[in-house]
Every structure is written in C-alpha cells, then in structure tokens.
C-alpha cells in the first residue's frame, strides 16, 4: 500500500529524492516518517511529519540537509536528501499511521510500511 522509490547510488555532497507513494489511502489524514536500516544495525527514525501543522522533525544527524515533505494532490510523501554522507548508506523506509502513538519516532509508532528503498552514498 505504500511503495518508496528514488534510492541509488552517489557520492558524498550529492543528493537524492525518495518518493513514498499510497494506493489505498489518503496520507494526508496520515502521520508520516521515513526511517533507515542500515546492515547489522536497527532501524531507525530519520524524519516525520505530522498531520497537524504539518510540523516536521528530525533525527539529529540529518537536520540541515533532510526535507520531509508532502504533496496531498500526488497522495506522495518526500524526503529530499542533500549534502549526502557515507553514513547515511542504508535501506530507507517510508511508514504511515492514522493516530499519533507513543513518541512517532520509533518503528512500533507505525502500522504501514513501504518496501524500502536503497541509498548508497561513497567517500
């Protein structure tokens, strides 16, 4: 039901903009995050956007060069990623959810998932 796309491969400064796109639900009546799994390592938050005030937040080590976005008329969430780094190499993935649970910055905050998408950035 959510299907991300735009990942792939750059170098370092480079940048990228990944899409999450829903079939079979509004998202913007959503909460919306993106998060990333990197190999050997848990998943986790990069960045959300709430539904309301569309307020926007981030994990510390991408503020200043990630942008999460939403365009209603497309039903896509953004996440434009510049300034990229070898560390940010992960698979990243969109997820959705109708309520505001616990702190919407882990994965069990949300029920729907996208497929997940691959960054690679190199040095």
């Known amino acids: 039901q959510l299907q991300a796309s735009g990942g792939g491969s750059v170098q370092a400064g480079g940048s990228l903009r990944l899409s999450c796109a829903a079939s079979k639900r509004t998202l913007s009546t959503y909460h919306v995050g993106w998060f990333r799994q990197a190999p050997g390592k848990e998943r986790e938050f990069v960045a959300r956007l709430i539904i309301v005030g569309e307020m926007a937040d981030y994990t510390e080590s991408v503020k200043g060069r990630f942008t999460i976005s939403r365009n209603s008329a497309k039903n896509t969430v953004y996440l434009q990623m510049n300034s990229l780094k070898p560390e940010d190499t992960a698979v990243y993935y969109c997820?959705?959810?109708?309520?505001?649970?616990?702190?919407?910055?882990?994965?069990?905050?949300?029920?729907?998932w996208g497929q997940g998408t691959l960054v690679t950035v190199s040095s």
């Open positions: 997820a959705a959810s109708r309520y505001y649970r616990g702190s919407l910055s882990t994965p069990r905050d949300f029920d729907s």
